[in-house]
């Protein structure tokens, strides 16, 4: 199953009717930022975070 210009332009406008034009940067920011994350913890960090309440 293979995505075509066309599919993909239909997606978008789709999206940028049910969101509206000022909603989509908000969104692909916080896609971009989540998958960010994402690759973070596939990577396996070696230091895990420190506890705030232990010295």
């Known amino acids: ?3 075509g210009w ?5 997606i978008a406008a789709i999206i940028l ?3 509206g034009a000022k909603r989509v940067p908000e969104l692909m ?5 989540g998958t960010k994350e ?3 913890g596939l990577k396996g960090d070696d230091n ?3 506890d705030p309440k232990s010295p």
């Open 17 to 19: 009717l049910l969101f």
């Open 6 to 10: 066309v599919e993909i332009l239909l």
């Open 38 to 40: 994402f690759k973070e």
């Open 48 to 50: 895990p975070p420190k």
């Open 1 to 3: 199953m293979r995505f």
């Open 29 to 33: 920011k916080g896609l971009g930022r």
